[in-house]
T-cell receptor, first 113, second 114 residues
Framework: GQQLNQSPQSMFIQEGEDVSMNCTSSSIFNTWLWYKQDPGEGPVLLIALYKAGELTSNGRLTAQFGITRKDSFLNISASIPSDVGIYFCAGPDYGGSQGNLIFGKGTKLSVKP | DAGITQSPRYKITETGRQVTLMCHQTWSHSYMFWYRQDLGHGLRLIYYSAAADITDKGEVPDGYVVSRSKTENFPLTLESATRSQTSVYFC?????????????FGEGSRLTVL
């Protein structure tokens, strides 16, 4: 079945540093999504990508839809303490439940002030 | 307030007891989902519903029951709780199925089964 592999699993960085994380799949996705989960909360959508090669920004966040449609990248520039949380990539569950998303296992980000 | 709300936020129960987690959304979204989140596994789909009175199993449905008599409510019942069901449960909804992408999540219900 479809699987999304996220890396790294966790990151410990200093405030002000840039962050990069990625998500790969063995199958093609036509949509890539990036969610953030703050501690004790539910995930919230950060960026949605709908076209191969697309580069989309949301403030200090930039995400790219890989040209092969099998990967996506999320970059955070000049990290701040409130960037702490778990970042999930996600894509549509083509082989299963309609409307459902397949999620990666997440990248846990810790930011040291 | 509009949105998606879950209750209770925290629950401790004992093995063998029945537990129901409630989910309510005010957007009239057609699709609703229940996920569980466990360390090392990410978010896994338990059950989903495409509309009132239409439900279907997800990846990990065993030990759970759902119903959807009204569009806005989607309760999840653990008929006889087990320790392996200790987890954080998230309800989510979306307006349409397919690849539009955005799921709206509740704040989660943290369940501990002793």
């Amino acid at each position: 079945g479809q699987q999304l592999n996220q890396s790294p699993q966790s990151m410990f960085i200093q405030e002000g540093e840039d962050v990069s994380m990625n998500c790969t799949s063995s199958s093609i996705f036509n949509t890539w999504l990036w969610y953030k989960q703050d501690p004790g909360e539910g995930p919230v959508l950060l960026i949605a990508l709908y076209k191969a090669g697309e580069l989309t920004s949301n403030g200090r966040l930039t995400a790219q839809f890989g040209i092969t449609r099998k990967d996506s990248f999320l970059n955070i520039s000049a990290s701040i303490p409130s960037d702490v949380g778990i970042y999930f990539c996600a894509g549509p569950d083509y082989g299963g439940s309609q409307g459902n998303l397949i999620f990666g296992k997440g990248t846990k980000l810790s930011v040291k002030p | 307030d509009a949105g998606i709300t879950q209750s209770p936020r925290y629950k401790i129960t004992e093995t063998g007891r029945q537990v129901t987690l409630m989910c309510h959304q005010t957007w009239s979204h057609s699709y609703m989902f229940w996920y569980r989140q466990d360390l090392g596994h990410g978010l896994r789909l338990i059950y989903y519903s495409a509309a009132a009175d239409i439900t279907d199993k997800g990846e990990v449905p065993d030990g759970y029951v759902v119903s959807r008599s009204k569009t806005e409510n989607f309760p999840l019942t653990l008929e006889s709780a087990t320790r392996s069901q200790t987890s954080v449960y998230f309800c989510a909804s979306t307006k349409t199925g397919g690849a539009s992408g955005e799921l709206f999540f509740g704040e989660g219900s943290r369940l501990t089964v002793l």
